[in-house]
């Protein structure tokens, strides 16, 4: 399990397109891709799920992997949410 | 926009169920269009089922690629809400969810999709954020498409399907409420009908405005007319004025406002100031409730009372009948637990079915236990159906009305036969979950040892225990102010009961409606309850009650409350403590401020959520 930590920036938050984008990048991982905020967490597969967790901007979140082989994804779904989402 | 030519035209009616909503009335007809039904699949059919569905889900996939393909480069926002609903078309939580619900429950698709549909719903509705609550309209939208394939409907005018309705109809009956899609409607309007008709259970329980008996509305109001509907007040208004809307609206979102504020906390776990953590459960009746369970942050559910699939009709349930409600309710909870009250109805006019059966005395005569130990058939019918369902989830099984240890032995043998009948013909079931005994007659009470040395758990019907402990019957008005929760002698009844438990080691809990009034719950966790379970609605201020308390100030606390010799001197004593947390409730809105005022009370309130009808004549259920 590897987790990162990031901040969500993009002015709406993780809703129904950016929670799109995520669950794109994380169809590509062979194993359990995770967001968790405090206590909840979400399957990244999942863009219901991901709205569900409920992340306005600002909100502190990681990023988990069950297996070391899905670094490439981490690495995009954090850079992505850095990067807000390109909106 | 406001119709200039129109008169503004106020109806008044009973105020059903909270909220205020504006929008378009939608007169019911006798078609009863946006009605899903549900029906069984057979087994064998099922396959055919999912592929109804799928082929419905890559249709509405083809018509949207189809409509972003055709889309002028100047709706590029547009596009990507389309793009969006492409990929959660495949969503687990939707598509992999309701071939499930086919798969495990047998049933339609329409309806497994509308149950997942409103299961979602009610995850968005709790969100703090509005952007993101409205996101839930895309995965609606996208059901809509779907369920539009599925049934088959010619393309309606989209327009129609994608607004929100005001309801309303002469009278709802359960049948047409039960098969309204419910994610349609802002609101309830009805001509007849009371606080305790079915109109305004759903109503209430799927959080939704509802205003009933308002005489004519269905003749005064005309199809798209712009309606304001207070749930609060129990006001509607047609043909409002831009001031009156104006007005309404800001109404509207303070009250939305404050309730997101209540039950966005009402989620997180609950613990203790000195962080001792609480279970609190919902008592339900209907399987549609457990929905307000879920969107006030219950636990599970402490009290699934079992009576009304057996009411007002000429014949007893059957098996698969019962198993659907239980599934349904289990399934939803799953993970928490769902604790089956088996039934407790008399012989007397509460169950058609039963004919011949007048007592002199219904509350001391055939009833809960009894009456299932006398009708071996009827009992097992039950008993199969829950073990049934039981395999789906976290089901929990208690017995009402047991007065010795015998009964027990007797109900739970009656268990491992139905048991034992399952594994002969080979129907999955699971017995692998806890027997517990509602503690509600004052000989179980003195008994506790020997019936705990028989039941993994004991629930505390309070209702029923202080109206056999100090012989009052509530409803009757005569006596009903000296139904008293806090009565000495129900504390020490409670004391013996709890001390017992945790002696031998079960867990106890509470599920009358003694625990829905947050004075009374330093006492109950003094006495170290483990759970409390109440009415869904009670569920976020009794929340919020354990969050301002120190478990370790309430046991002093009783120690002191059981030393006093009156019903009044303990409310004192409650009081005096806890003004300060007590007036903290105070402070929240209007509405909040109204329950609570009427919680607060020493007495229960006079009268009793859908006392009328619907539990045993003379008996509410706990």
């Not at chain 1, 669950?23 to 569900?52: M, P, Q, T, Y």
């Not at chain 2, 506790?448 to 505390?460: H, L, R, V, W």
Request: aromatic content about 6%; hydrophobic content about 40%; proline content about 4%.
């Amino acid at each position: 399990m590897i987790s990162k930590e990031a901040v969500i920036t993009n002015e709406l938050g993780l809703h129904a397109r950016s929670a799109a984008q995520i669950a794109k990048l994380a169809a590509r991982a062979r194993h359990g891709v995770w967001l968790v905020k405090g206590e909840e967490r979400a399957a990244a597969s999942s863009i219901i799920d991901l709205i569900a967790l409920e992340c306005p901007r600002g909100t502190r979140i990681t990023v988990i992997i069950d297996n070391p082989s899905d670094r490439d994804v981490l690495d995009a779904i954090s850079e992505l949410i850095k990067n807000g989402f390109g909106e | 926009m406001p119709d200039k030519t129109a008169q503004e035209i106020v109806l008044e009616g009973i105020n059903a169920s909270p909220g205020i909503c504006i929008g378009k009335a939608y007169l019911v007809d006798k078609e009863g269009v946006d009605v899903i039904s549900r029906y069984p699949i057979p087994k064998a059919q099922v396959t055919n089922e999912l592929k109804r569905f799928k082929a419905a889900v890559k249709k509405s996939r083809d018509e949207l690629r189809a409509i972003i393909e055709n889309m002028p480069d100047d709706f590029r926002q547009q596009t990507s809400i389309l793009e969006t609903q492409e990929v959660l078309i495949k969503d687990k939580l939707l598509y992999g969810k309701t071939i499930a619900v086919i798969e495990q429950e047998c049933v339609n698709a329409e309806w497994a999709l509308k149950k997942v549909v409103s299961h979602l719903k009610s995850i968005f509705q709790e969100m703090a954020d509005p952007y993101l609550r409205e996101r839930a309209s895309d995965v609606v939208n996208l059901a809509d498409r779907i369920m539009r394939n599925l049934v088959g409907a010619k393309q309606l005018n989209i327009g129609k399907i994608d607004k929100r309705v005001i309801l309303v109809g002469r009278d709802l009956s359960p049948a047409e409420t039960s098969q309204i899609r419910l994610e349609r409607i802002k609101g309830f309007i009805t001509d007849k009908g009371g606080k305790t008709s079915h109109t305004g259970i759903i109503a209430r329980t799927l959080e939704i405005p509802a205003v009933v008996a308002t005489g004519d509305a269905t003749a005064t109001i005309k199809n798209d007319d712009l309606i304001i509907l207070d749930g609060i007040t129990g006001t509607v208004i047609i043909h409002p004025s831009e001031k009156t809307l104006v007005k309404y609206e800001q109404r509207r979102l303070r009250y939305e406002r404050q309730k997101a504020a209540i039950n966005r906390r009402s989620r997180l776990p609950v613990e203790t100031l000195d962080g001792k953590s609480v279970k609190v459960l919902g008592n339900i009746e209907l399987p549609e409730e457990v929905v307000a369970v879920i969107n006030y942050g219950g636990d599970g559910i402490g009290l699934y009372r079992t009576e009304f699939q057996y009411m007002s009709r000429p014949c007893f349930p059957d098996e698969d009948e019962l198993y659907d409600k239980y599934s349904d309710v289990v399934q939803v909870m799953a993970p928490k637990p769902v604790t089956i009250r088996t039934l407790d109805i008399n012989g007397d006019k509460a169950v058609s079915a039963e004919n011949g059966f007048n007592e002199a005395n219904p509350a001391l005569g055939l009833r809960g236990i009894r009456y299932c130990l006398q009708r071996p058939d009827v009992f097992r019918t039950q008993l199969r159906a829950i073990l049934r369902a039981a395999v789906i989830g976290n089901v929990r099984i208690m017995f009402p009305m047991v007065a010795t240890q015998r009964e027990v032995i007797q109900a739970k043998e009656a268990l491992k036969e139905a048991a034992g009948s399952l594994a002969q013909e080979g129907v999955p079931f699971s017995e692998k979950f806890e027997i517990g005994v509602l503690v509600e007659i004052p000989s179980a009470v003195i008994m506790a040892d020997a019936i705990a040395e028989e039941a993994d758990f004991f629930s505390i019907g309070t209702n029923d225990l202080i109206q056999y402990t100090l012989a009052i019957d509530r409803t009757n008005q005569n006596v009903a102010h000296l139904f008293r929760p806090l009565d000495p002698a129900i504390l020490r009844m409670l004391k013996h009961i709890t001390d017992v438990a945790h002696q031998k080691n079960i867990n106890v809990s509470i599920c009358g409606e003694m625990a829905s009034y947050p004075i009374h719950i330093p006492i109950l966790l003094g006495l170290g309850m483990d759970e409390m379970s109440m009415n869904p609605q009670a569920i976020p201020t009794i929340k919020q009650m354990i969050r301002s308390i120190k478990i370790s100030d309430t046991k002093p606390l009783v120690e002191e409350a059981l030393k006093l010799r009156s019903a009044e001197k303990v409310f004192a004593l409650l009081r005096d403590t806890y003004s300060d947390v007590l007036s903290e409730f105070n402070r929240t809105d209007d509405g909040a401020d109204k329950v609570f005022k009427e919680k607060i009370r020493i007495k229960a309130p006079g009268g009793e959520r859908r006392a009328s009808n619907r539990g045993l004549p003379r008996f509410v259920g706990k």
